[in-house]
């Protein structure tokens, strides 16, 4: 089992930047590919961010592309989207997901553990 907890969302005027994080606990963190995903009110759950086992590789939706950077922290199991240059559509809950692979993982369907989300608000 492996617990999820993001931290960091909030309210931000256009244009902004947001640190969103994640804290992993209960299994060994390296063994995991970790994830980014949004969804808006009335709207499917969608790719941010993903980022492999090790950290060397990561991939990102079209959307964010030059705006958001994922990174992944072993010595404190953590996992961190920076969010820079942000727009009102980036608006949503962001969830944190984990699964047990090596590769990068972008179907949300695949991914067996999230957590709980944090909201992320941009103004115009």
């Known amino acids: 089992q492996v617990t999820l907890l993001e931290s960091g969302g909030g309210l931000v005027q256009a244009g902004g930047s947001l640190r969103l994080s994640c804290a992993a606990s209960g299994r060994t963190f390296s063994d995991y590919a970790m994830g980014w995903f949004r969804q808006a009110p009335g709207k499917e759950r969608d790719f941010v961010a993903a980022?492999?086992?090790?950290?060397?590789?990561?991939g990102y939706a079209d959307s964010v592309k030059g705006r958001f950077t994922i990174s992944r922290d072993s010595a404190k199991n953590t996992v961190v989207l920076q969010m820079t240059s942000l727009k009102p559509e980036d608006t949503a809950v962001y969830y944190c997901?984990?699964?047990?692979?090596?590769?990068?993982?972008?179907?949300?369907?695949?991914?067996?553990?999230w957590g709980q989300g944090t909201q992320v608000t941009v103004s115009s």
């Open positions: 997901a984990a699964v047990r692979r090596i590769g990068l993982v972008v179907t949300p369907g695949e991914y067996e553990y």
């Open positions: 980022i492999n086992w090790s950290g060397r590789s990561t």
